[in-house]
């Protein structure tokens, strides 16, 4: 039996969500190496190329990605979660990058957040989801609030 509603809960809640990193056994991961890995985003960077916009860890490529139309809301489920890993782990490495202070930390089961000079600590990864599913928070916008912070 088919019930749309619980359908799309099981789509949405089957696949893990999140990214994780593990250092080596005598510590954590290199904080550079760190910052170069979660800088990656493969998949937004392509998506943003394709759509004329260059993502070159600056406050302004945040701004011009929330511009973008958001035409992959209607793709599969699996690529909507790597979309939105990515756009969090993109909006953390403009914070890293530009907010005084503001450092990549990990906890101990690999989750990836960025702690401000304040010691606040923010998910990007979680934002960036949200991002990519909905459009809301704007990436821009949480930028402007944490480096108020």
Not at 10 to 30: I, L, N
Not at 64 to 93: C, K, M
């Amino acid at each position: 039996m088919d019930i749309p509603l619980l359908s799309q809960w099981r789509k949405r809640h089957a696949t893990p969500r999140g990214f994780a990193v593990f250092g080596s056994a005598d510590g954590g991961p290199d904080p550079a190496m760190l910052a170069e890995l979660l800088g990656e985003c493969p998949m937004l960077r392509a998506r943003a190329a394709d759509d004329g916009v260059e993502l070159d860890d600056s406050a302004a490529s945040l701004s011009a990605l929330d511009q973008v139309v958001p035409n992959w809301r209607d793709d599969e489920e699996q690529t909507l979660d790597r979309l939105g890993n990515d756009a969090g782990l993109y909006l953390g490495t403009v914070v890293v990058r530009t907010v005084p202070g503001a450092t990549w930390q990990v906890w101990p089961n690999g989750h990836p957040v960025v702690r401000l000079a304040s010691g606040r600590e923010i998910d990007p990864v979680e934002v960036g989801h949200a991002w990519a599913e909905n459009g809301s928070p704007e990436l821009s916008q949480v930028l402007a609030e944490v480096s108020e912070d």
